[in-house]
């Protein structure tokens, strides 16, 4: 990610330090899925991973113990929208998408189409080639049944 100006308008950092904690949670949720550890554990480590100090502390601490606590209940509102068995999907897509699950679901104060952006970003950054396309196909398909009044299903 580029640096920014430090004149750059508040909006910004704000934006800039809330994408920093959903990068730090997805990790975060990734490394949970591949080794069940502690959650308490993973965010202690995180906490002192280098850029740290510019994310949203409040916002990464929410999204992360909130999808983890939250995980199996997430993964049955994304099941439907999977083309595969959720244990085949790469574990950055599945970190992701039970992430932005969890913000569909929990912050509905932010646009769906933010927190869909946001996981397609997160994607590109993190995920395979194509990776994003699909998380982009699946979120498309699951906000409908947690936002019906912020979005009309497809016809």
């Known amino acids: 990610m580029q640096g920014r100006s ?6 910004n950092r704000t934006r800039s330090a809330r994408r920093r ?12 899925l591949l080794s069940a550890e502690d959650v308490g554990a993973i965010q202690a ?15 990464f601490e929410t999204l992360l113990r909130g999808a983890i606590q939250q ?5 049955a509102l994304i099941l439907p929208s999977l083309d595969r068995p959720l ?3 790469s574990p950055v897509e599945r970190a992701i998408l039970t992430l ?3 913000e569909l679901k929990d912050h509905q104060e932010i646009p769906y189409r933010v927190v869909i952006n946001e996981a ?7 995920g395979g080639t194509d990776g994003y396309k699909y998380v982009n196909g699946v ?3 699951v906000v409908p049944g947690i936002r019906p009044n912020e979005v009309r299903p497809a016809d």
């Open 21 to 32: 904690s959903r990068e730090f949670a997805m990790q975060g949720i990734y490394q949970w």
């Open 45 to 59: 480590h995180i906490e002192t991973s280098p850029g740290f100090d510019r994310a949203d502390r409040h916002h």
């Open 120 to 126: 397609v970003e997160l994607a590109k950054n993190f």
């Open 71 to 75: 995980a199996s209940a997430l993964e």
């Open 6 to 11: 430090p004149a750059a308008p508040a909006g």
């Open 100 to 102: 932005a699950t969890y």
């Open 87 to 89: 244990n085949l999907l």
């Open 139 to 141: 979120l498309d398909k």
